[in-house]
């Protein structure tokens, strides 16, 4: 039945029917007939919209960039005779939610529930440079982010308001209970490597994809009831990401996609953000100020702002 929708909708728009394996049938549409369709125009074989307004991709890559902001598609984009095209599921769940005539149909936001990451006996990260521990880190921004949006009428619920362990199908069931508008997920990275630095949001991964840190392959796994919310993650991720890569000129790691248990079975938008790496000596100095996590609490709210504003019922 999916694949015969896939089909429906790629014809819309032109697709070239192709066989990525004896599996299962991919359809694949030319960029340009991406663009034409859309009223956009070509900036060159791989990029279409404005100068300041562009999609971008890469050949037999998943990075694609819509107004330089790093939004890793499922499948890589093929170039083939000197033409590009994209799977149709990219074009559903990455590129259409950001095309300039979308309407995004969802309630104005109200309840907002913060989820601190970690808390209790889980530490998450902890710092090898001055042990600054994950947990509090996340309670820290959090605190923050509520204040600001108590302070401009939003209503905020937080997982956990000590430092205690909430077991992560909790975490969700608490944003379902309380008929959560939004859900935001906060937390701190860390990476064997000293050198990864960097902010990155995660929104669910679309069905039938793969998630950003697995080898891109079709139907990984089932629809969860968060995939509902799949085309507004995506321009939620693009509102937190760009908002937050923007004001704290972190390195932009880009709006990925993951099954996080927290993701998966909200019935409202989500979202979990990575603030940075507790493992990067520089980037921890900056974390372990006031002022930076000021930074962070006030560059989120503003692409919460951002994307409420974009929301029409
Ligand atoms: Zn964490």
């Known amino acids: 039945m999916r694949k015969i929708k896939y089909l429906i909708f790629a014809s819309a728009i032109c697709g070239v029917v192709i066989c990525r394996s004896l599996a299962c049938l991919a359809v694949e549409i030319p ?4 663009a034409k369709t859309n009223g956009l125009h070509m900036l060159s074989a791989n990029s279409f919209g404005a100068k300041d307004v562009a999609f971008a ?9 819509f107004k330089k902001i790093l939004m890793p598609l499922g499948f ?15 074009y559903k769940y990455h590129i259409q939610p950001l ?3 979308t309407k995004h149909r969802y309630k104005k936001l109200r309840t907002i529930v913060l989820d601190a990451g970690h808390g209790g006996e889980d530490n998450g990260a902890i710092a090898p440079w001055n042990k600054l521990q994950e947990k509090f880190l996340t309670m820290d921004v959090c ?3 509520a204040k600001l949006l108590e302070k401009n009428g939003y209503k905020v619920v937080l997982t956990r308001s000590q430092d205690k362990k ?7 069931q608490i944003a379902n209970r309380t008929k959560a508008d939004l859900f935001i997920s906060i937390h701190f990275n860390s990476a064997p490597s000293a050198s990864a630095s960097g902010i990155e949001t995660f929104t669910l991964t679309p069905p039938t994809q793969a998630s950003s840190y697995q080898a891109s392959s079709r139907s990984v796994h089932g629809n969860f009831i968060g995939n509902t919310f799949d085309t507004l993650n995506i321009i939620l991720g693009y509102c937190l ?5 923007e004001k704290t000129s972190a390195i932009d790691r880009g709006v990925k996609h993951s099954t996080f248990v927290v993701l998966r079975d909200l019935k409202c938008p989500g979202i979990l ?3 940075g790496f507790l493992s990067n000596r520089e980037e921890c100095k900056k974390i372990a100020s006031s002022a930076y996590r000021d930074i962070l609490a006030q560059s989120i709210f503003n692409g919460i702002i951002k994307f409420n504003d974009l929301l029409s019922d």
């Open 241 to 245: 990401q760009s908002s937050l890569t």
């Open 99 to 101: 095309l300039p005539t």
């Open 273 to 275: 953000v990575e603030c």
């Open 57 to 65: 991709f890469k050949d037999n890559s998943r990075v694609f960039t």
């Open 76 to 90: 890589p984009a093929v170039k083939r005779y000197g033409r590009y095209y994209i799977d149709s599921s990219d």
């Open 166 to 172: 909430v077991p992560l199908p909790e975490r969700t």
């Open 143 to 145: 605190l923050r982010l």
């Open 31 to 34: 960029l340009i007939k991406v």
